[in-house]
């Protein structure tokens, strides 16, 4: 069946860099996406990556796609107290359908 | 910055009250999407709609209805709410340029 794994827990210090992993099952997925989740509020869109790519950067973060073994990572340079929030892998879609979502890696920052 | 509104923002009622919380959109998108989230946790689907008056129960059965009468409005409604209700509902629509879903800020209810 269709799943998307995370690990749910994340802890680093301020200044660090922060690798948050993901595995999921659907070969056919076309777009893989990170959403970032704050306290009390919806999630916002961080980043997606294209199935045929292997890797992308925007400013801080950067994802690397493996599709051989199914394995997506958002790694956030330099993180800030303010990266502090829960992370969402998704997959998908496969037509008319919903994203598959992960259940989730809460990142804690400490300074 | 994606145009999608949830009100309200926080609801708290009592035991047996109905209550529809709203979405909209105002990107023309024909996909929508109602997600249920406890606090920290996973998001279930609940329920999507494809375009005016389609609309399908999502993966975790839910007691709630929706409805689709216009394509920027996916309204959730509790007929008879109850305390195992309380939870953040958060409403979704699909972009067409890389399929993303956006979300709205949510609605957290809490039922007495």
């Known amino acids: 069946g269709e799943d998307v794994e995370q690990s749910l827990f994340l802890s680093v210090r301020e200044g660090d860099s922060s690798v948050i992993n993901c595995t999921y099952t659907?070969?056919?997925?076309?777009?893989l996406y990170w959403y970032k989740q704050e306290p009390g509020a919806g999630l916002q869109l961080l980043t997606y990556i294209f199935s045929n790519m292997d890797m992308k950067q925007d400013q801080r973060l950067t994802v690397l796609l493996n599709k051989k073994d199914k394995h997506l990572s958002l790694r956030i340079a330099d993180t800030q107290t303010g990266d502090s929030a829960i992370y969402f892998c998704?997959?998908?879609?496969?037509?008319?359908?919903?994203?598959?979502f992960g259940k989730g890696t809460t990142l804690s920052v400490s300074s | 910055e994606a145009d999608i509104y949830q009100t309200p923002r926080y609801l708290v009622i009592g035991t047996g009250k109905k209550i529809t919380l709203e979405c909209s959109q105002t990107m023309g998108h024909d996909k929508m999407y109602w997600y249920q989230q406890d606090p920290g946790m996973e998001l279930h689907l609940i329920h999507y709609s494809y375009g005016v008056n389609s609309t399908e129960k999502g993966d975790l059965s839910s007691e709630s209805t929706v409805s689709r009468i216009r394509t920027e409005h996916f309204p959730l409604t509790l007929e008879s709410a109850r305390p195992s209700h309380t939870s953040q509902y958060l409403c979704?629509?699909?972009?067409?340029?890389?399929?993303?879903?956006?979300f709205g800020p949510g609605t957290r209810l809490t039922v007495l």
């Open positions: 998704a997959e998908g879609p496969k037509a008319g359908t919903a994203l598959i």
């Open positions: 979704a629509s699909r972009g067409q340029s890389y399929n993303e879903q956006f």
């Open positions: 659907d070969s056919s997925s076309t777009y």
